[in-house]
């Protein structure tokens, strides 16, 4: 069983930045994409960015040219950059690892608070 763990998280002012990780207790198959979805008040979860095997990647339109997903496929572990963000970003945002298998499990991060305030 993997376990994904986040962290990076907090308060930050309009305009700053985070970085949020994401490592994995065990290995994650290159079948697996992953990713970051995220949960604001009041609305359902939603995704974030992907990053697949051969390092393709997938951003919401609302966070494209503003967060940047990498991943270290060596080290089983996914970052996200976010710049410029804004109170709309404010949410707890979880990590995701999803095979393009329906039969294998799919793993899910406790999440992470993400708070944009002045």
């Known amino acids: 069983q993997v376990q994904l763990v986040e962290s990076g998280g907090g308060l930050v002012q309009p305009g700053g930045s985070l970085r949020l990780s994401c490592a994995a207790s065990g290995s994650i198959d290159r079948r697996y994409a992953m990713g970051w979805y995220r949960q604001g008040p009041g609305k359902e979860r939603e995704l974030v960015a992907t990053?697949?095997?051969?390092?393709?990647?997938n951003y919401a339109d609302s966070v494209k040219g503003r967060f940047t997903i990498a991943r270290d496929a060596a080290k089983n572990t996914v970052a996200m950059q976010m710049n410029s963000l804004n109170a709309e970003d404010t949410a707890v945002y979880y990590c995701n690892a999803r095979s393009a298998l329906f039969r294998d499990p799919e793993y899910w991060g406790q999440g992470t608070q993400v708070t944009v305030s002045s």
């Open positions: 990053i697949r095997s051969g390092w393709r990647t």
